[in-house]
């Protein structure tokens, strides 16, 4: 049996999601963030020496990293579903894309995270204007121009097709959704980009969908 170790407002939910979609019977072991500090509890650390999720343990194996997850269960689960045809055009669209969304997309999401938090962060007051102008000097040169390009750009591959690979949902959107659903809360991903709102709906319509936010509990980036 799958036991996903499954932290709260995470990646690991696409994780769930993915075996809603491939039917696939697992567990889950909760996990809570740290109120103060948004960390992973300590407790992870027992499954993996990172202390990170997602991990998920099948048997004997533990994987962690999400792109790795999907991997691994597309190749011992999927039976050929949620992927194009190996030599074609969208498998080659598919690779990219599950590799775009933690090497490309999530970097100057956390980026924008980190330091719209210096900018909120107590500290003594005459820290607090320099610590702020270094902050906005940083989003305003750096992130966020990053932000506005890398959305740009997805807006114009969904401008292309349905789905992230081609005309077919596959793996690929579902390891697309964290970033998008953080760019749509926190990155400036609004109605100036409608094909990229429209595949959020599509995605969160889906049951698979529905299914893994029911499991999985509260899930603050599950919004249009």
Same mark, same amino acid.
């Given at each position: 049996? +799958?036991?996903?170790?499954?932290l709260n ?9 993915l075996?809603?979609?491939l ?8 996990y809570q963030r740290?109120?103060k500090?948004? &960390?992973?509890p300590?407790e992870?650390r ?5 202390g990170?999720?997602?991990? =998920? ?6 994987v962690a990293?999400? $792109?790795?997850? +999907?991997?691994? &269960?597309?190749?011992r ?5 949620l992927?194009?045809a ?11 894309w ?5 090497g490309?997309?999530m970097p100057?999401?956390?980026l924008k &995270?980190i330091?719209?938090?210096?900018k909120?962060?107590?500290?003594p007051?005459f820290?607090k204007? +320099?610590?702020? $102008?270094i902050?906005?000097?940083?989003? $305003?040169? !750096?992130?966020?121009p990053?932000?506005?390009r ?6 114009g591959?969904?401008q292309k097709?349905?789905?992230f690979?081609g005309?077919e ?6 390891q ?11 990155? $400036? &991903?609004?109605?100036r ?6 595949? !959020?709906?599509? =995605? ?7 299914r ?5 509990g509260p ?5 249009d």
């Amino acid at each position: 049996m +799958i036991t996903v170790h499954h932290l709260n407002n995470s990646r690991s939910q696409r994780v769930l999601w993915l075996l809603e979609e491939l039917g696939v019977p697992y567990e889950i072991k909760h996990y809570q963030r740290d109120p103060k500090t948004m &960390l992973a509890p300590p407790e992870l650390r027992q499954v993996h020496p990172l202390g990170k999720s997602p991990v =998920i343990t099948d048997g004997d194996v533990t994987v962690a990293e999400s $792109g790795a997850i +999907i991997d691994y &269960l597309m190749e011992r689960y999927a039976q050929g579903r949620l992927a194009p045809a190996a030599g074609t055009p969208e498998a080659l669209r598919h690779r990219y894309w599950m590799h775009f969304a933690e090497g490309s997309a999530m970097p100057p999401l956390l980026l924008k &995270l980190i330091f719209e938090r210096i900018k909120h962060t107590k500290m003594p007051f005459f820290i607090k204007p +320099i610590a702020r $102008g270094i902050a906005d000097k940083v989003l $305003g040169t !750096l992130v966020d121009p990053n932000l506005s390009r890398q959305l740009d750009f997805i807006e114009g591959e969904l401008q292309k097709s349905e789905w992230f690979a081609g005309p077919e949902f596959t793996a690929a959107d579902i390891q697309m959704s964290f970033p998008l659903e953080a760019s749509r809360q926190r990155a $400036g &991903l609004d109605e100036r980009r409608p094909k990229a709102l429209a595949w !959020l709906a599509r =995605i969160h319509a889906r049951p698979a969908y529905k299914r893994a936010l029911e499991r999985g509990g509260p899930y603050s980036f599950a919004n249009d």
